[in-house]
């Protein structure tokens, strides 16, 4: 899970999340769980600053019966999306149960993934939903299959060098933590 909470960016700084894979075996009923929390956050200069999430597999798997408390993403307040603060791309989202997200301020349950996506003008428009055909999902091995949607779909111009084995990315990087390896 990634939570970040009352950050402040100084002026020219990003927050950057590229090429990660989250797992959230949610207990469900237990308390409100997401993915991805971003609670306070704020910037100093709205045109430099903000949070960059590109090229990320994030999972959703509640145990049990799927509660509204049970999130892809937690926001405290809608701005951070109005501004341009928060920028997503290229991330593939796999979401079993509960609102895709839940904002704050003002309340807002966003049951969908399309409705996320429909928040603003040109936000997340190379994400997809959908099984991530990864090694096992159930023991968190989540290293692409060769025939997964996560190859050669994350966003080139945030490649980070090696991959979370130790493998340097190609120009057509996978999204989420691994390339995929043939062997």
Do not use: C
């Amino acid at each position: 899970r990634l939570s970040l909470s009352a950050t402040t960016v100084a002026q020219r700084d990003y927050v950057r999340i590229l090429h990660n894979s989250f797992h959230l075996k949610s207990n469900a009923g237990v308390v409100p769980e997401s993915v991805i929390s971003v609670i306070g956050a704020t910037t100093s200069n709205p045109a430099t600053n903000g949070l960059l999430f590109f090229n990320n597999l994030a999972v959703l798997s509640p145990n049990g019966t799927p509660t509204t408390g049970t999130t892809m993403w937690r926001l405290s307040t809608r701005s951070l999306i109005d501004a341009g603060l928060l920028t997503a791309s290229n991330n593939r989202y796999f979401h079993q149960g509960g609102h895709f997200a839940v904002l704050s301020n003002p309340s807002l349950n966003v049951s969908t993934f399309t409705n996320w996506r429909n928040l603003s003008t040109n936000f997340e428009l190379q994400s997809s939903t959908g099984e991530p055909a990864v090694l096992n999902l159930r023991l968190d091995q989540l290293q692409p299959l060769g025939f997964s949607p996560l190859l050669n779909a994350g966003l080139a111009q945030t490649i980070a060098p090696v991959d979370h084995a130790g493998r340097p990315r190609d120009l057509l990087p996978d999204i989420g933590a691994f390339e995929y390896d043939s062997i």
